[in-house]
């Protein structure tokens, strides 16, 4: 739980409050099967912090720190934050250009078209996965099937 100083007429008084951020952006990292989000408090402040765990945050959802635990939307939630960090545009650049996940291009697509292993159970995008077949891989299924 986060206490909070309140200043009023020069008397301080402790107020207990809870820490509240927003989710702005996200981006998967499907080498890890975890998720960076860019939060921004309601003070206007704005920081990355690393999710790991069964549920995909997403943007929007609002994640409050109580003195129970986390919860999204007033939920809880099968997700913990593995680290927290000052958000700085140079560093969501990079997180952003390390994770090659074809959901965090934005570009539309509803095919997952990756190569490599993906540590996602699902895909928090909600893509659908589909490698690019090989031509060699059809020429021999159409061959064999004319043979039989």
């Not at 309601?42 to 997403?58: A, E, Q, S, T």
């Not at 007033?74 to 958000?87: D, G, K, L, T």
């Not at 159970?121 to 159409?142: D, Q, R, V």
Request: charged residues 25%; contains cysteine.
């Amino acid at each position: 739980m986060c206490r909070m100083e309140c200043r009023h007429n020069n008397t301080t008084a402790m107020k207990e409050g809870f820490m509240e951020w927003k989710i702005v952006e996200i981006v998967a990292s499907p080498d890890s099967g975890t998720i960076f989000g860019k939060v921004e408090t309601p003070y206007g402040l704005n920081y990355i912090l690393w999710f790991k765990g069964d549920y995909y945050v997403r943007p929007g959802e609002i994640v409050t720190m109580t003195e129970t635990g986390m919860l999204i939307n007033h939920r809880r939630q099968r997700v913990w934050i593995a680290q927290a960090m000052p958000y700085s545009s140079i560093r969501w650049l990079g997180f952003r250009m390390k994770n090659e996940c074809p959901g965090n291009r934005h570009d539309g697509s509803q095919r997952c078209d990756r190569e490599l292993p993906c540590q996602f159970k699902h895909c928090p995008f909600g893509l659908t996965h589909s490698p690019p077949e090989s031509y060699y891989t059809s020429e021999i299924n159409f061959h064999e099937q004319k043979f039989y």
